[in-house]
């Protein structure tokens, strides 16, 4: 079973009784947000987060992130994991690029063709 959700938005689930994590919103250790998890010691069927296997006996649990049930670590294995988000996080990055050096080209040929209009009114002989 998918542990309990939990997190804004309930976009995360539960790793551990402090452990809250997910791909968009990182990892919550022992905060209100990991609150609802500590119920999960309750449950009677033990439940599976995360993604792929890492660390010692953790799970990815967010972009980066590497979770067991008591903690959590970085673990560039786990960068693979959420390459759809990352993917999209580096697109949104460069559009932004792309936005501000599209301005930039925009003023320079506006520059380019007031040069021309005054060269045009002031022939050179």
Request: net charge negative; proline share 6%; glycine share 16%.
């Amino acid at each position: 079973a998918l542990c309990m959700p939990c997190g804004p938005g309930n976009r995360g689930n539960c790793f551990g009784p402090g452990i809250c994590c997910g791909a968009e919103l990182g990892c919550y250790l022992g905060t209100a947000e990991t609150q609802r998890c500590a119920e999960e010691d309750y449950l009677p069927s033990p439940c599976q987060a995360g993604g792929q296997p890492c660390g010692s006996g953790g799970r990815c649990a967010a972009p980066g992130i590497c979770c067991t049930a008591e903690t959590c670590a970085m673990d560039g294995s786990c960068l693979d994991e959420g390459s759809d988000g990352a993917q999209e996080a580096a697109e949104k990055n460069l559009t932004v690029l792309d936005g501000s050096a599209g301005d930039l080209l925009l003023k320079l040929m506006h520059l380019a063709n007031r040069q021309q209009q005054q060269q045009g009114k002031h022939p050179l002989l």
